[in-house]
């Protein structure tokens, strides 16, 4: 904006309340990772303690480092997960926006419809259908359902047709390439910024998912880190010393999160009703 | 913005242009092709879940003699009885009532905070540094899942870790248990509105941001307020987005299920059916009756169709831009 304008005291300290409220519960992880068991249910709130290092080789020590398996086993869900399905949504974003084919209005309306279906109806039939497959409690159980994502797809749509202009195809194909190959070489390095948007979303809704892998899945190893440190709380309950492993554990896992987060800012400047990335 | 990509192919100069760059020949089959494993994927992870989940709401098993050996126990059609069986089931009302109440503090809270937020941001009455902190700041929220975001909170929640129960007590008032009957429902929306205002507000700030500027300046000339110009011009021009966050947030919120689970072993307060959506998981896991389970999801899928579609129909929208 170009013009100047008076600061305002309001709008500073409305935003900056907004901002402390949201940081507290970080901020707080932060201390009471610093904590021992005792001093987690005794010491004020706020006031750090030296025992963060302890809670560290605690939380790493468990069952054999069962922590840091859950952690591998989120990173292969959520990495894989979405990677496969941004593919897959590039293609069919790709084939909805630059082809015309009979039954492409079908398609299209049936994929939005189904970014309108809530998850909920979804979860115990899929279990029961990758029962009968004898799939459940196998990391399949997790990924499969997660390559598909109607948000990706409308989205994919989206950038391609904004994207890839025709002429480009039309230049391509006259040069030779086939429509695998123009679709590898040509389209998907232009819709590259759109597709970071997709795999991010689908990234962080994998990541945070918990009910799918919840039913899912019945061997601890196997979890990935939301199902874990529910049922690290669980035993809490039972072992108030598990506290501080449930503590550190929630600490850690968010930093990578926060982290991919903060490096790749511009890419979740998403418009969700006109669909478009401000880049 | 076209749809329509289908040229006929120029054609080459001369015959051995022709052979050298003989221009790929498009097939009926491509775009199918492209789409095939996506549908294929549909097809089996949202479309058979669905008609499944519908099939099984309107079966029962039948238990024959006294229920002994594999073939006492058959499978048949049940009618609606699964539906009469959820719809009066003493747990599922209240848990409707606590979710419908649940939605009213959570949505009309996160997207008003949300708009507050991204409309302070867009005013650019702040330095530039505090408008990146908060920005930062207040998105930071949702690279929390709600598991954990849930278990960060219950914990300060508790009355011998949270710090307003210290900062109460030293002034020496009594302070409420936030995980007592009464509150429970305030500390869950509290985690919903906390992890989804950061989402909502980068979704309504990008809509401002692309508004040219030049729509208030005039206004802002003729020495129309702030307030004014975010009143009849700002939040006009980003209904839209509006409209879809909150059929997004509807949604979400009626599928309320990993903050009240990870908030139980803290607060005895909730119940194993607490929301509708955990009954569906007792039923399914607990008690082994898939039936009751399909009948009661399919209800809380109708639910949110209805609701969603009423909304969209009522604000006189499509769901999404299908004619761009």
Not at chain 2, 182 to 211: E, H, K, P, Q, S
Not at chain 2, 298 to 306: G, M, N
Request: proline share 6%.
């Amino acid at each position: 904006m170009t013009t100047t304008l008076r600061r305002s005291p309001l709008a500073t300290t409305l935003l900056l309340l907004g901002a402390a409220y949201c940081l507290l519960p970080v901020l707080w992880v932060l201390i009471a990772s610093s904590k021992s068991s005792a001093e987690l249910f005794s010491t004020f709130t706020l006031a750090p303690s030296t025992h963060l290092f302890d809670n560290f080789a605690d939380l790493a020590g468990y069952r054999d480092g069962l922590y840091w398996r859950w952690m591998g086993n989120t990173v292969v869900y959520a990495g894989i997960g979405a990677a496969v399905s941004t593919l897959i949504s590039a293609m069919a974003g790709y084939a909805l926006a630059k082809f015309d084919f009979p039954g492409k209005g079908t398609v299209f309306n049936v994929i939005l419809a189904g970014v309108l279906v809530p998850g909920v109806i979804l979860a115990i039939p899929q279990y029961l259908l990758l029962a009968k497959l004898g799939m459940t409690n196998t990391y399949w159980a997790v990924l499969l359902p997660s390559f598909i994502s109607p948000y990706g797809i409308y989205l994919a749509r989206i950038f391609a047709a904004a994207a890839v202009p025709t002429e480009i195809l039309e230049a391509s194909r006259i040069d030779g390439a086939g429509d695998w190959r123009t679709f590898g070489t040509v389209v998907l390095p232009m819709m590259r910024t759109g597709l970071v948007t997709v795999f991010l979303f689908q990234f962080v809704a994998i990541w945070n998912n918990f009910m799918l892998p919840y039913i899912m899945l019945g061997d601890d190893r196997l979890y990935p880190i939301t199902v874990g440190l529910n049922g690290l709380l669980n035993q809490g309950a039972n072992q108030p010393a598990m506290y501080t492993s449930v503590v550190t554990g929630a600490l850690v896992s968010i930093i990578p999160l926060i982290a991919l987060f903060l490096t790749l800012q511009r890419y979740w400047q998403v418009d969700l009703a006109a669909g478009g990335v401000k880049a | 913005m076209s749809l329509i990509t289908t040229a006929a192919p120029s054609k080459p100069a001369t015959p051995a242009a022709a052979a050298r760059r003989r221009p790929a020949a498009r097939r009926a089959g491509t775009p199918y092709a492209f789409l095939a494993p996506a549908l294929i994927l549909f097809a089996a992870f949202l479309a058979a879940p669905i008609v499944y989940a519908g099939y099984l709401s309107l079966r029962k098993v039948k238990v024959s003699g006294l229920g002994l050996g594999a073939k006492s126990r058959t499978e048949i059609w049940a009618g609606l009885d699964n539906y009469t069986r959820s719809l009066t089931d003493p747990d599922f009302l209240p848990s409707v009532g606590r979710v419908g109440a649940y939605g009213l503090i959570v949505v009309p809270t996160m997207l008003g905070l949300a708009l507050l937020f991204a409309l302070l941001l867009d005013a650019n009455r702040t330095r530039e540094t505090v408008g990146k902190f908060a920005r930062i700041s207040i998105f930071l929220p949702y690279a929390v899942p709600a598991v954990v975001a849930s278990l960060l909170w219950g914990f300060l929640y508790l009355p011998r870790v949270s710090p307003i129960n210290d900062t109460l007590e030293a002034l020496g008032i009594s302070a409420p248990n936030l995980l007592s009957n009464d509150l429970t429902l305030w500390a869950v929306a509290n985690i919903a509105v906390w992890g989804g205002t950061g989402f909502n507000m980068i979704v309504i700030y990008t809509a401002l941001r692309a508004v040219p500027t030049s729509l208030y300046e005039s206004a802002r000339i003729d020495g129309a307020s702030e307030v004014a110009i975010a009143w009849r011009i700002k939040i006009p021009i980003v209904m839209p987005s509006l409209v879809m966050t909150f059929v997004f947030s509807l949604i979400a919120t009626l599928q309320v299920f990993a903050e009240p689970m990870t908030l139980k072993p803290l607060a005895n307060t909730i119940s194993t059916t607490w929301t509708p959506l955990m009954k569906v998981y007792r039923d399914a896991f607990a008690r082994n009756d898939l039936y009751a389970a399909a009948a009661t999801s399919v209800i809380i899928a109708l639910a949110t169709f209805i609701l969603s579609f009423g909304f969209l129909k009522l604000v006189g929208r499509r769901a999404f831009n299908q004619e761009d």
